[in-house]
């Protein structure tokens, strides 16, 4: 499953290269704040600036996603079994049960799985590629995107919004179901094998 996610991820990356190339190659309305930066202060050779940032932002996630995953169990609660994926990612970010309002009022147990899944985003994060391809097939063929909305002048397509959220909740899902919560039974079993 690993394998294919990562290999999923580089190909949606690469189909996002090459349709934002045919819409736009000069990347005069490439939409990533990154790259409008890095070309500011290095203005010139924008495709060598553009694959490079995207290469090693692409590295760097999968690095991070691949520590994120041998490190994912130290997040999960092992005294309870979970009735839901609410309550999973409670206590992956927060340690803790509790209401949901009461939770975003308080300080999480540890950053570190925050962090780790926002550093990590590039890979589990493909699906917006593939909507990033659609947006630039839209400008291709001169089709107005439904979903771009203008901020500071520039394009920001909400589909890609709500593909973040989708693309979260699925990978909350996959870190669940993978190594998931153990039952009190499952825990205490393994306590006392431990003896």
């Known amino acids: 499953m690993l394998k294919k996610i990562i290999i999923i991820s580089f190909m949606a990356r690469i189909a996002d290269y090459y349709t ?9 309305r490439e939409i990533n704040i990154l790259f409008r930066f890095l070309n500011k202060i290095m203005p010139g050779s924008p495709w060598f600036i553009f694959i490079t940032q995207n290469t090693i932002i692409f ?4 690095v991070f996603y691949l520590f994120l995953l041998k490190e994912r169990r130290k997040f999960y609660d092992v005294s309870k079994k979970s009735n839901g994926l609410g309550e999973f990612i409670k206590y992956f970010f927060y340690g803790k049960y509790d209401t949901w309002l009461k939770l975003l009022n ?10 780790l899944t926002l550093l990590s985003a590039p890979i589990w994060l493909w ?30 397509p909400l589909i890609h919004k709500i593909v ?15 190594g998931g919560f153990v039952s ?12």
């Open 184 to 195: 009190n039974e499952s825990a205490c079993g393994r306590a006392g094998k431990s003896e």
């Open 127 to 156: 699906p917006d590629n593939l909507a990033a391809c659609i947006s630039n097939i839209f400008f291709i063929y001169g089709i107005r995107d439904p979903s771009v909305v203008f901020i500071f002048k520039q394009p920001v």
């Open 59 to 62: 590295l760097f996630g999968l």
């Open 164 to 178: 973040y959220i989708v693309s979260f909740i699925i990978f909350m899902k996959m870190l669940k179901s993978d």
């Open 106 to 115: 308080s300080w999480p147990r540890s950053y570190k799985p925050l962090l």
């Open 20 to 28: 934002t190339y045919l819409a736009t190659n000069d990347l005069s």
